[in-house]
């Protein structure tokens, strides 16, 4: 924020540890989410895209049809169950195809190495693998709770979907 960097000179940096976790939060409800839409709806739903940021997210998946109230219902209950569920999070790097042959879904398209980084949710894996290299929190519950805030189209054939977690979330529930 002031002076001037050059090789050699000392510099301190300050991490906003509020934003992190929000961000952790938030990034690993993205996961959860993915898995409860593809449980729900089918395998047929894959990433298209996704924004992650300390007050929301932002997840668009394949899915050539609207949701319905029931099946937004169904899917956000789905996934404050896995947060409740506390389970953990295991973070390893291992040779891609190492990590696709243990069930490792790989995202829309993303280019990786030869060594990738998985996040395993649930004892071994058990709940889901992705690829990722990504913030994440330790174990589910700290991501507290989740809320939709909208569902709608983002392209043909692609939906989209804006949520809140943690304080966030329950701003959101209170203000309602």
Partial sequence: TNGTLSVGSDATLTVNNTRRQALRRNH??????????????????????????????????SHGQSMTADELSTIENAVNQAILANYSLIAEEMPKEDAIARG????????????????????????????????????????????????GSAASGVRRIEAVTGSAALTYVNDR
């Fill in 28 to 61: 690993t409800a993205t996961h959860i989410l993915h898995q409860e839409l593809r449980e729900a709806l089918g395998n047929h739903v894959t990433q298209q895209g996704s924004l992650v940021a300390p007050d929301r997210l932002r997840f668009d998946f």
């Fill in 104 to 151: 490792a879904m790989a995202l829309f398209g993303e280019k990786y190495g030869d060594i990738v980084r998985t996040i395993q949710i649930g004892n071994n894996g058990g709940y889901s693998t992705e690829l990722c290299g990504g913030l994440h929190v330790k174990s589910t519950g700290e991501i507290g709770l989740f809320k939709f805030t909208s569902e």
